[in-house]
Nanobody, 125 residues
């Protein structure tokens, strides 16, 4: 199995930027499709962005499209989420998730099999 650990969260003003990282260990990172999900207080966990094994294909939720960018560095076993033009409604705990797949072009858009512990992002108005 793969172990995941998020970092990079914090408090930022509306309009600001943050870059989240997810460090992976334990298995061959490039065999996993990856995604970011988030969960705001009192709400269900929701999909934010997903990426294929190679990083060549991505998908975003409508709420973050054009503001967030997902990327990965398979040599560093790392997943990233660059978040720009942050809004108060982006406030949530952000999680990275992984799913082992043999399909190189599959973008993970559903909950994976492995999760990190989450990192808090708070956007003040």
């Amino acid at each position: 199995q793969v172990q995941l650990a998020e970092s990079g969260g914090g408090l930022v003003q509306a309009g600001g930027s943050l870059r989240l990282s997810c460090a992976a260990s334990g298995r061959t990172f490039s065999n996993y499709a990856m995604a970011w999900f988030r969960q705001a207080p009192g709400k269900e966990r929701e999909f934010v962005a997903g990426i294929s094994r190679s990083g060549g294909s991505t998908h975003y939720s409508d709420s973050v499209k054009g503001r967030f960018t997902i990327s990965r560095d398979n040599a560093k076993n790392a997943l990233y989420l660059q978040m720009n033009s942050l809004k108060p409604e982006d406030t949530a705990v952000y999680y990275c998730t992984a799913k082992l797949t043999v399909y190189g072009l599959v973008v993970l858009t559903t909950p994976g099999d492995y999760w990190g512990q989450g990192t808090q992002v708070t956007v003040s108005s």
